[in-house]
């Protein structure tokens, strides 16, 4: 998990702008090849078992590319309305703000909060489905929201940063 505090008064935790325009953030993106390969393989098999598919492209225009519109407009959907998990966070004293990096199977959402509408980190112990206790870091928004925060946040770093948004040290 990528940290530190930078010349410019910026603290990251998790991935970072950079690396979303990196590239790394986006999973789906190791998937296109195999994808592709899979969309095409039924086409060729068509074609060589059947030669004189060929004079019929309508049909396997139609019978190809209407499910693959369908399948393209499922995954734009999904991105807008799913933004998925916040992956990494960067607190911009200089600017005080929050930006946020959020990610999901198909796309990379960048988005900045102001100090003001934050009201603190907080370092929670839940419990999964199977009764284990799962710690992690969420943040409170002004709104009554909550965003839940990378894993991998310590108590000290959750303390740094209530400290950095001004809030003191609350837990």
Known sequence: MAQGIT?????????TTADA?????????????PLTLGLLLPVLAIVLIEPAALRHVRFLTLFLLMPLFFLALFAYVYAVLSPGQVVGITLDAGQRRLELVQSNGFSTRHSALPFSD???????RRYDDDGYAVEGVTLELRDGGMLKMPDG??????????LMLGLGDRR
């Open 118 to 124: 934050a009201v603190r980190f907080l370092h929670q």
């Open 7 to 15: 010349a410019t008064g910026r603290y990251s935790l998790g991935a």
């Open 153 to 162: 946040i310590a108590l000290e770093q959750v303390r740094a940063l209530n």
């Open 21 to 33: 325009a990196d590239g790394r953030l986006t999973r789906f993106a190791g998937g296109a090849g």
